[in-house]
């Protein structure tokens, strides 16, 4: 069976090696043009796609891909392998996207964003109400969408702020974690919801 987890933790590995390569080539600042995500967008386009598999060095790679395997082989359980690329590219992008925008135009720093911390906390999100426990308790007790989206609110900013460090994307991480509960609870990665109903046999 083909698993996207291996697949995503190869393209990072091979993004990072033509990181290096670039680096040598043409040097660091370079290197950031062509694979980190900054503003405008509509400048290097394609770095919405690389900022998602790129990493700034050796730790920031290695200490994501752990995590990821733990998470992407847990979620691609019950998922199939083209939806999860999909998955970690969309929260990916978005959250790279929201991080860059904030720091550009809320606070008016020139910021350069990559890494797959976003798509991270989109699976971390995704754990957390996508099992059966979760789809049980919002059942039982019949928790309105609006509610359910306000304590998402605040359990992505409580967590944000609990990891946050200096250096580090929170409010791409923020973005990435809110955008995995909402998914998470509408099971979208499902399997059963993504098969293509079978037309019945004629007999």
Same mark, same amino acid.
């Given at each position: 069976m083909v698993r996207a987890t291996p697949q995503i933790i190869a393209i990072c590995l091979v993004v990072y090696v033509a990181q290096l390569g670039v680096a040598l080539a043409v040097g660091a600042e370079q290197m950031a043009e062509l694979f980190a995500l900054a503003l405008p967008l509509d400048a290097q386009p394609w770095t919405v796609v690389t900022s998602v598999y790129a990493h700034s060095g050796p730790w920031h790679l290695l200490s994501n891909l752990a995590l990821f395997a733990l998470l992407g082989l847990a979620v691609e359980r019950k998922a199939s392998a083209t939806g999860v690329h999909l998955y970690v590219l969309a929260t990916?992008?978005?959250? +790279?996207?929201?991080?860059?925008? /904030?720091? +550009?135009?809320?606070?008016?720093?020139?910021?350069?964003?990559? *890494? &797959?911390?976003?798509?991270?906390?989109?699976?971390?999100?995704?754990?957390?109400? *996508? +099992?059966? &426990?979760?789809?049980?308790? &919002?059942?039982?007790?019949?928790? %309105?969408?609006?509610?359910?989206?306000?304590?998402?609110?605040?359990?992505?900013?409580?967590?944000?702020?609990?990891?946050?460090? %200096?250096?580090?994307?929170?409010?791409?991480? /923020?973005?990435?974690?809110?955008?995995?509960?909402?998914?998470?609870?509408?099971?979208?990665?499902?399997?059963?919801?993504?098969?293509v109903e079978e037309p019945p046999e004629h007999r």
């Open positions: 990916g992008a978005i959250a +790279n996207v929201s991080q860059v925008v /904030f720091s +550009n135009v809320v606070v008016s720093v020139d910021a350069h964003v990559l *890494g &797959l911390s976003g798509a991270i906390f989109a699976l971390i999100g995704y754990v957390v109400t *996508g +099992n059966r &426990l979760s789809g049980f308790m &919002l059942d039982r007790f019949e928790v %309105p969408h609006g509610v359910q989206l306000v304590v998402y609110l605040a359990l992505a900013v409580a967590v944000t702020l609990a990891t946050a460090e %200096p250096g580090v994307a929170i409010v791409g991480h /923020f973005t990435g974690l809110f955008l995995g509960l909402v998914l998470g609870a509408g099971t979208v990665l499902s399997a059963d919801r993504l098969a």
